[in-house]
């Protein structure tokens, strides 16, 4: 007999002889709810950057300053991923409840006042707060697929999860020039008034997302979607000290951290970048825009071949070295253009950016699921959190590095190309097995020999 809300089954399990193994259509809302978690705490995270020419006029920061906003996220994430995996490995409602919560506090502190110097202090303590949910807006994902969904759609609902988080960024690259006015014919206080406007829409969005996750937000579904899923994790801290010795699972991190951590990170530059060609209004607007298509285009392309991992199998290694050696290609395009060896082009600029962009995000959820596959029966949480804290590692640094007196601005561009580099070069090192899907298809059954194979 079925459980309340359970009716679709999924055909890969039903092909091991497994009994009892159904899904709840109650997933899809879990997965909204969680999209729309990640998807504010990247937004919050992208707030000041896209907006610098006007906030540095407001509240007369500097490069440096905005620089510091964005990296709060990097240092607090880094410092709290230990508690924040452990709230991840206790399941989805209270990794939910701990990050829409903390993504209210964090917008809400910034609506007080946009008087100085009250309004940097809280704006800085905003930050500090978004950074801290951070792992769960980054790695809610494995821990909802794992808990609520089928095999032949646990990489797509992970990629979804993962890619709001930098649709959040997205957006952010748009919302924030289109609310905020700059130039020379907008006054301080007409700028003023638009970003404690900005504030309150944000504000607003993590209100209902706050709401929603506290109304209803179930941590287990009435039955279970596979056998993985109701299969018992190792113990937290034992899950740590294996993960320190799992040589493949630390192949994978170090190639996700420091591929989509300089990303992140060269994201947050795109302004200075087309500083040199543009002026500071239009570097604006352009950089925002910019950065809005490539992201977006990154997490198109993440959805897509989530979808296609989910239904090849065995093929993650072989397309995140594929899209490591294109996005060589990309950022060597872009940074050619930048030191004028090529000539000035902003079509070619946008082009070089989104192709770059679809490549190094595309990656983010096949890291994942390789990452967990190697890592299994350890918590999707704890590996997860793990894996993003290099990302934050890798951000943090390359934030870092504007502040260093005399090193100009020639290291950006090439510090990414670098970057995709060396992320190939550690994933040639990378095992790939597949232990949790090899639980769900059957010791010995067809399914797990074509994706083991």
Not at 43 to 48: A, E, G, S, V
Not at 110 to 133: D, E, K, M, V, W
Not at 383 to 392: C, E, I, R
């Amino acid at each position: 007999m079925k459980k309340p809300g359970s009716s679709e089954k999924s055909p890969l399990i039903q092909a091991s002889g497994e009994d009892g193994i159904e899904s709840s259509p109650v997933r899809w809302y879990m997965l909204v709810v969680s999209c729309l978690i990640a998807f504010q705490q990247g937004c919050i995270w992208n707030t000041w950057s896209p907006i610098s020419t006007s906030s540095e006029a407001v509240f007369g920061w500097s490069d440096g300053t905005i620089a510091l906003l964005g990296n709060w996220a990097c240092m607090c994430y880094i410092l709290f991923f230990v508690p924040m995996a452990w709230v991840l490995a206790q399941g989805v409602r209270p990794s939910g409840l701990v990050g829409a919560g903390l993504c209210f506090i964090a917008a809400g502190v910034r609506c007080i006042t946009t008087s100085n110097p009250t309004a940097t202090y809280l704006i800085h303590f905003g930050q500090i707060i978004n950074g801290i949910a951070g792992p769960v807006g980054m790695s809610i994902g494995p821990t909802l697929s794992s808990t609520w969904f089928p095999v032949h759609q646990r990489v797509t609902a992970t990629a979804l999860c993962a890619v709001f988080n930098y649709v959040g960024v997205s957006v952010s690259f748009i919302l924030g020039p289109l609310l905020v006015r700059s130039g020379t014919d907008v006054t301080v206080d007409e700028m003023r008034h638009d970003i404690l406007n900005f504030m309150y829409i944000e504000l607003g969005f993590t209100t209902v997302v706050l709401l929603l996750t506290v109304v209803y937000f179930p941590n287990l579904p009435p039955s279970s979607p596979s056998v993985s899923a109701s299969a018992e994790r190792e113990p937290f801290i034992m899950g740590f000290r294996k993960l320190a010795r799992n040589q493949s699972f630390w192949a994978a991190s170090l190639a996700y951290g420091v591929l989509t951590g300089v990303f992140s990170g060269w994201s947050a530059y795109l302004l200075p970048n087309l500083k040199h060609f543009l002026p500071s209004d239009k570097a604006q607007n352009e950089s925002g825009w910019m950065g809005f298509y490539a992201n977006i285009a990154g997490c198109l392309a993440g959805v897509l071949m989530s979808r296609l991992a989910d239904h090849l199998g065995g093929k993650m290694k072989l397309m995140l070295l594929t899209f490591c050696l294109v996005a060589v290609a990309f950022v060597a395009w872009f940074t050619l253009i930048c030191i004028k060896v090529l000539p000035f082009s902003l079509l070619q600029l946008y082009i070089s950016s989104i192709g770059a962009g679809l490549c190094i995000n595309a990656t983010m959820p096949l890291f994942f699921e390789a990452a967990i596959e190697v890592t299994y029966p350890i918590s999707e949480g704890t590996s997860t959190a793990v894996l993003t804290t290099m990302n934050n590692i890798f951000c943090g640094i390359f934030l870092v590095m504007p502040s260093i007196k005399g090193l100009g601005d020639r290291w950006v561009n090439w510090t990414l190309c670098g970057a995709c580099c060396v992320a190939f070069v550690l994933m040639m090192f990378f095992k790939e097995t597949y232990r949790r899907l090899s639980v769900d298809c059957g010791a010995g059954s067809s399914q797990a020999y074509e994706v083991l194979a």
